[in-house]
């Protein structure tokens, strides 16, 4: 429950600080010059990060399935998550190499759930998505999991934004070690 409250916590802060765009008169001109002007539906919307889409998607971002900024949460943070994706790797393996094993394959949802939970707390919520998806199709009976799930969908929902679709989640955001 704690969990589900934080998350409607920085959803309700995502929508203050993203969802509703600037709108400016075509005639005016912008002020900043690191502001770019998008016309979209018959009006102009001011950007303060431009870019090219056909440039994004020749970048390794848009190649490895990475979330663009636009996607990501405002209070997104990189974490390191590899201890928890080797752990699922390993789950993987034994999950396939015995796959009417219950036990190896409630390891695996675990697994799933336990990077879902961590991802979730970062606010990366389209690569927690596929987690959480991934989980409870080993596992759907874990209400926890199930209801962390349903309360990003709403979060989506409440936001006008539509979740990636199954399959298409982003990987977690590359985390770099600081070296000491």
């Known amino acids: 429950m704690k969990k589900i409250l934080g998350l409607s916590f920085f959803a309700l802060i995502a929508i203050g600080c993203n969802s ?18 998008q016309k979209q539906n018959d009006s102009a919307t001011v950007s303060s990060h431009s870019f090219d889409t056909a440039e994004l998607k020749n970048t390794k971002q848009a190649q ?14 990189a974490i390191d998550v590899a201890e928890m994706t080797a752990e699922i790797a390993r789950a993987e393996k034994a999950s396939k190499q015995n796959p009417k094993d219950e036990k190896a394959k409630d390891a695996l949802a ?54 990636p679709k199954e399959g298409e989640e982003p990987k977690p955001m590359p985390f770099e070690k600081k070296k000491a």
């Not at 636009?70 to 943070?77: D, N």
């Not at 675990?110 to 998505?129: E, G, H, I, K, N």
């Open 20 to 37: 509703v765009p600037q709108q400016v008169q075509q005639s005016q001109p912008a002020v900043n010059t690191n502001v770019s002007v």
């Open 64 to 77: 490895t399935n990475q979330p663009s900024s636009s996607e990501l949460s405002p209070m997104a943070k």
């Open 110 to 163: 675990r697994s799933y759930f336990v990077r879902a939970f961590a991802l979730t707390d970062a606010a990366q919520y389209r690569a927690a998505l596929g987690d959480f998806r991934k989980g409870l199709k080993l596992n759907p009976n874990d209400q926890e999991a199930k209801n962390m799930h349903d309360e990003i969908l709403r979060i989506f929902a409440s936001i006008n934004r539509e979740p």
